[in-house]
């Protein structure tokens, strides 16, 4: 049992530069061999003990040169420019996983990351229907990513699939859909079509809650 207080409840997002269905989800190699991507949150409600994260939006771009499980990924987190001081140190004190037990996201991530650059703070663009899979974020000079419908080859129609993850350390279950990314930070790349996770999520020290 993790000692601090925290919760993270809110609408997550994680695009990558893998083929729709994410191989990193089923324990495979990543499409390419290597996984460039972001994960995204807008959070609905949160705190990190006496300090509330509500309304605040981060995302952290990430770079792993293989399977994720193999480790030497480098990250580098983008924060809402409107957290105060207190906010800031909070969600950095999340993102370590120094406060998260043993096989939860966070405490996993501080296993699998050897480098993380600078933070960046900026003004954040952040919508999202789960349900329409449909999603933006904007992230002031570093990132922008748009999520759309996964079409159908042939009719063009929209097509709808989901993963389920009963023991998901990231989340329940998600929507799966198709991302465009522009990523300007430290960890440059740039994708068009490749995989989108849409979810709605409650972190806690434990792991996923909902």
């Known amino acids: 049992m993790a000692a601090s207080d925290w919760r993270l409840e809110g609408e997550w997002m994680k695009n990558c530069t893998c083929a729709f269905g994410c191989p990193c989800d089923f324990n495979a190699p990543p499409t390419r061999g290597y996984c460039k991507g ?3 949150m807008r959070i609905a409600k949160g705190h990190f003990e006496g300090t509330r994260l509500d309304g605040l939006c981060f995302a952290i771009t990430v770079d792993f040169p293989g399977a994720l499980h193999e480790g030497n990924g480098t990250i580098q987190p983008i924060i809402d420019e409107r957290a105060t001081p207190e906010q800031r140190q909070a969600l950095f004190d ?22 993380i650059h600078e933070p960046v703070f900026a003004p954040f663009e952040f919508s999202f229907d789960k349900d ?4 933006k974020l904007v992230a002031g000079g570093v ?21 389920v993850m009963p023991e998901g350390f990231e989340h329940r279950a998600a929507e799966v859909a198709s991302a ?6 430290a960890i440059p790349f740039e994708t068009q079509a490749t995989h989108s996770s849409l979810a709605t999520v409650a972190q806690t020290p434990d792991g996923v809650a909902a």
């Open 143 to 163: 990132l922008e990513t748009d999520v759309e419908p996964i079409k159908n080859p042939v009719t063009g129609t929209p097509h709808r699939i989901q993963v």
């Open 94 to 115: 999340i993102f370590s996983g120094k406060h998260s037990a043993e096989g939860t996201l966070f405490q996993i991530v501080s296993l699998i990351v050897t480098k």
């Open 132 to 135: 329409g899979r449909v999603a």
């Open 38 to 40: 972001l994960v995204a």
């Open 180 to 185: 465009n990314i522009r990523s300007t930070g």
